[in-house]
């Protein structure tokens, strides 16, 4: 090993153990393998509990009853999920509650508490205390002297910001992270500013979330989202749900889930796991199941794959049904592939060339079950394949979405009802984000447009994602961070490293609802930026404004806040960003006022700039919103072939070396990302414990780690650095061997920031290489 080697270990190892992510437990660490159905009564006992805690029993249900309801309620932040076609019944979920509820606390954050507490000091709590001492309430600038934030006006701040950007001698200097709350006005506002600074480095959450699924989509279909809808999810006879969480992370699945196996479709999940959305749910809106306790089973077919395994398993389902081609005429879609797709040949020679041992031992099933899983795909007339970071977060992430894409073409099962790719997005907006131009990448045609519409010259060279920027900044290329909503420290890879180039920073603004650790590890200088959040009132001059926001299926929507601001010193983020704007570009002939007076002026520049917003503020009132056109859907491929495409990629070896296993970062059930609510997993069987591995007990008894025993784990990067955890549980869980899993953001310390996928720059956060050994 070199000496460059060692001394990053040497560096790891110096690290001083972080504060703790989650409260303090109530009790001692409990796992017990939980029978209940997903959502149901566990479900509305756990919001009750939450509600009660939170002091919110007054505000929450009204609030809940405003949400998510056509035109007239603000949207859900809780997923990307869609909201029910029909308009007709609130689908609410547990999840979403505590999340609305988070925001609406009746806790507050304002400069007493800052003077009482140091920086140095609020670096020692935890995350969830943190967060749970409730919303930002005015502006605060780091004071270096005392090692504390003060109070600052919104125009010093502006000024603050204005005064260093201006100073940068490359505009290239600066970062503009996008966490996916954002709403779409604010978001096109936001990149409209940077690229008017001159540049293109717009890092955002999706880097680290569903990148890979934009870039393979792109690649096959021409197009960076899925190309269903709701509708489709109604009416396919066989559903495949990969790598989701459902029941916790996108609960309202589960209402699709049940109804489609009411009227007799298959269900197929394929996941390491067997998560709560895979057994069986009580629909919590269905007021007779929840009466009665009735439950409606949410699957047909669980397979559980090895970690990375799901690119072998897809293929051997491709292999099959091409097999049976050969006796079965109607095995495979042939006028389909002729009229719409491109290399097909090339990708049946590939299929057939891999041997079945391979597969198997690659996806870790047996023939048998992957049999099972093309029989299923092969009898139904109308399938959907959706996935979310179990499928994206890996270093073959492309490949793997573009080997879904494949399978579909074979049976033709796109651009028609009930069909077709479906990915999960993560927050609420974030496809919207990149609609509306976060994008590091942006197209030709994307930059024309904006030029014209916006009158501004943009940079045409691309700018930095979330890895290049950590990098950037770490090496003091990037000075100044401005992070819109989220929480970057803590949500990003290398924990240490991204602490310390954030650290590196001139300046560091992070607009914010509540404190966390984004506002503690800073850059010289440093500003909280506290904004309304979705569910508040956003009065600007020419009255209350709406933001519009879009789906994980490409509706487009309004959000309309109706609660009392948390404090009157809020700014909405349209109203932050022109503040900045303004303050960095004193000349800019951008009329960034007048936007903030009435969003419609933000919306109808939009509908000049943007792909599919024409006639914006018309059709974003219709009752339900708009769905931005998906030419894929109408069988248009916009790749240079004017085809869909078959891809051929090479199988990847994930069979982890001996002695080693893949670990999968994922989240809890009672957590959101960074922000934690209880150290629980429900559905998992967990209480009062989060810094837990869970293990095949085979893997476990091999180590010598005894059930709930304390072990070590290290990770060891490309490069052959290691990073540690220590003291962490070993859960014994029906897991396969040579898997592991636990919850990110504590894992984040494991993931190196060099070990992003080659091929779509996201951090690999599923496919962790380590060694797990008995606490030393
Ligand atoms: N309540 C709640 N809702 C959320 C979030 C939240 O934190 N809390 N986060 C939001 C965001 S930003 C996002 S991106 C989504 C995330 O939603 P998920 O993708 O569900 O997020 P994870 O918790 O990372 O869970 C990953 C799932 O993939 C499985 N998995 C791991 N490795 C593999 C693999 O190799 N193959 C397969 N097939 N499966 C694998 C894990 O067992 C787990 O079930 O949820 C969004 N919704
Ligand atoms: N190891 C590992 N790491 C991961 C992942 C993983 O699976 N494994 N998942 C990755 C994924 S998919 C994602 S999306 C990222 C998440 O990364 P982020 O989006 O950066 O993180 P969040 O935890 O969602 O951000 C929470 C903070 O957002 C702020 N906030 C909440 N609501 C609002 C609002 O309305 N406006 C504003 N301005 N701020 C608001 C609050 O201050 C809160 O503290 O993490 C990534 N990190
Ligand atoms: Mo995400």
């Known amino acids: 090993m070199s000496t460059d080697q060692d001394e990053s270990i040497a560096q790891d190892d110096r690290e001083p153990h972080e504060p703790r992510v989650g409260p303090t437990p109530e009790g001692e660490p409990e796992f017990h393998p939980y029978h209940h159905p997903a959502a149901g009564w566990g479900a509305a006992k756990s919001v009750t509990n939450f509600l009660v805690r939170e002091g919110a029993l007054v505000d929450g249900p009204r609030a809940i009853m405003r949400m998510n309801h056509e035109n007239t309620g603000f949207d859900c932040p809780g997923c990307a999920w869609p909201d029910d076609t029909k308009g007709l019944h609130l689908d609410i979920c547990e999840n979403g509650i505590k999340h609305v509820t988070w925001e609406m606390t009746r806790k507050r954050v304002g400069s007493e508490f800052f003077a009482a507490h140091s920086v140095t000091e609020l670096a020692g709590w935890s995350d969830y205390d943190l967060e749970n001492e409730g919303r930002l309430t005015e502006p605060m600038v780091y004071d270096p002297e005392s090692d504390h934030y003060v109070p600052i006006s919104w125009k010093d701040a502006f000024a603050l910001v204005g005064r260093t950007l201006r100073g940068l001698a490359d505009p290239n200097q600066a970062a503009y992270y996008t966490s996916g709350r954002l709403g779409n006005e604010a978001t096109f506002l936001y990149q409209l500013m940077a690229r008017e600074l001159g540049t293109n480095n717009l890092p955002d959450c999706s880097n680290m979330c569903h990148e890979a699924s934009g870039r393979a989509l792109q690649a096959s279909l021409g197009t960076g989202k899925g190309t269903v809808d709701l509708q489709d999810w109604e009416t396919a006879d066989a559903l495949f749900i990969f790598g989701v969480n459902a029941a916790s992370n996108a609960p309202r699945m589960l209402t699709a889930l049940a109804e489609a196996y009411h009227r007799g479709a298959q269900i197929v999940h394929v996941n390491p796991l067997v998560e709560a959305a895979a057994t069986r749910t009580i629909v919590p809106h269905d007021f007779t199941d929840m009466a009665l306790f009735k439950t409606t089973r949410t699957s047909t077919l669980n397979l559980q794959p090895r970690i990375g395994g799901d690119m072998a398993l897809l293929r051997g389902m491709a292999k099959a049904i091409l097999e049976q081609s050969s006796t079965d005429p109607k095995a495979l879609d042939r006028e389909f592939i002729e009229r719409h797709t491109s290399g097909f040949e090339e990708y049946r020679a590939l299929c057939e060339a891999t041997p079945w041992e391979e597969l198997e031992r690659q996806s870790g099933l047996s023939r048998a079950d992957i049999l099972k899983a093309a029989r299923v795909y092969g009898e139904a007339d109308r399938s959907i394949v959706s996935w979310c970071l ?30 077709g790719p479906s990915p999960v997005r993560g927050h609420s907006n974030v496809q919207g984000n990149r609609t509306c131009g976060i994008d590091h990448r942006p197209a030709e045609e994307f930059l024309d447009r904006l030029a014209e519409a916006c009158e501004i010259d943009p940079p045409r060279a691309h700018g930095k994602d979330t890895v290049a920027s950590i990098k950037a900044m770490h090496d003091g290329e990037i000075k100044v961070f401005i992070g819109m909503g989220g929480n970057f420290a803590l949500a990003a890879p290398d924990t240490p490293y991204t602490y310390a180039a954030l650290r590196n920073c001139e300046l560091t603004v992070q607009v914010s609802t509540k404190l966390n650790r984004s506002h503690l590890v800073h850059g010289r200088q440093a500003l909280i930026l506290p904004c309304l959040g ?15 926001v879009e789906d994980s299926m490409s509706m487009v929507h309004l959000s309309i806040g109706m609660k009392k601001p948390a404090s009157p010193h809020l700014l909405s983020e349209p109203a932050v960003v022109a503040g900045m704007a303004r303050a960095a570009l004193p000349d800019s002939a951008t009329p960034w006022e007048w936007y903030i007076e009435d969003y419609d002026r933000i919306r109808d520049t939009m509908a000049r700039a943007l792909d599919g917003f024409e006639d914006f503020n018309r059709r974003v009132r219709l009752p339900l919103g708009f769905r931005i056109k998906q030419p894929a859907r109408e069988l248009v491929f916009l790749t240079p072939s004017g085809r869909a495409e078959f891809s051929s990629a090479e199988l990847p070896d994930v069979v982890p070396a001996p002695g080693t296993l893949a670990l999968g970062t994922m989240r809890s059930h009672d957590q959101w990302n960074t922000t934690i609510y209880s150290d629980n997993d429900r559905y998992r069987g967990i209480k009062n414990l989060r810094t837990l591995v869970f293990m095949n007990r085979a893997d476990m008894r091999e180590r010598g780690i005894a059930d709930m025993g304390a072990v070590d784990i290290t990770s060891t990067a490309k490069d052959g650095s290691r990073r540690h955890l220590k003291g962490y549980l070993a859960v014994p869980y029906d897991i396969p061997r040579g898997c592991a899993a636990g919850y990110m953001p504590e894992m984040n310390v494991l993931c190196a920031l060099g070990d992003y996928s080659t ?4 951090p690999i956060m599923k496919h962790v290489k380590v060694t797990i050994a008995p606490a030393s």
């Open 759 to 762: 091929q779509s720059d996201q």
């Open 390 to 419: 179990g499928i994206t977060q890996h270093e073959h992430g492309v490949d793997t979405v573009r080997e879904i894409v494949n399978l579909l073409l074979l049976r033709g099962n796109l651009g028609r009802e009930g069909a």
């Open 534 to 548: 979705r569910t508040e009132k956003d009065h600007q001059r020419k009255g209350v404004q709406s933001t519009s």
